[in-house]
């Protein structure tokens, strides 16, 4: 049985994104590169809602192979390793009308499921063989798929900033016990990992 793995990051009063989704309130410093990576490292899916695979597609498939530049934390070479292993790995966009364009660089790597189907896709997939299934962002699709029982870690890098407003985390309530956590190194970012409580060790 796959495991469906949520990574996020989140202020420290509970907020996905700012005022208007601006994500650049979030402390995405090298720590939280770093984790996202070695998620990557284990999974076999990516599984993303449609705005966050436009966003993504328009940008980590140029980070591979880009002209070195030290000045831009984003062409670290772990964020170099995290594109190499986007390109590669096999992607499903959650959306009722979208196809993927032709000249996209994922294209070939993606397939796009009806948000009407998505639990019984996900089920499917979970049966399956394979690493992990990974979400990254896409903030409305985890939390639809928490609501029907089918996350089974989440992985939520709380920084260390108030904001006050802003895209809460959570749509709706929700009952999580938590089975890690730690200060990443070299951060003021700490990871929590939790499961849905309905899931918890007893």
Aim: glycine content about 8%.
């Amino acid at each position: 049985m796959r495991s469906l793995i949520v990574a996020n990051a989140v202020t420290l009063d509970g907020f996905f994104a700012g005022p208007g989704g601006n994500p650049l309130v979030l402390n995405l410093d090298a720590a939280f590169d770093a984790h996202n990576l070695e998620l990557m490292c284990g999974a076999g899916t990516v599984l993303l809602g449609r705005a966050s695979f436009e966003l993504f597609s328009s940008f980590w498939p140029m980070i591979a192979d880009a002209p070195d530049d030290p000045s831009n934390p984003a062409l670290s070479e772990t964020n170099r390793e995290f594109s190499r292993r986007y390109r590669d790995i096999p992607k499903i966009v959650v959306s009722d009308r979208y196809e993927v364009p032709d000249d996209n660089p994922w294209k070939t790597t993606t397939r796009v499921i009806p948000a009407t189907h998505l639990s019984e896709a996900v089920r499917d997939e979970k049966t399956g063989d394979g690493g992990d299934i990974i979400v990254y962002a896409s903030h409305l699709l985890w939390n639809r798929l928490l609501a029907d029982g089918l996350v089974d870690r989440l992985d939520l890098i709380v920084g260390p900033d108030s904001i006050g407003e802003g895209v809460p985390a959570f749509t709706a309530p929700t009952s999580l016990t938590p089975i890690a956590s730690r200060v990443l190194p070299g951060s003021r970012n700490v990871l929590v990992q939790y499961v849905p409580t309905a899931k918890a060790p007893r």
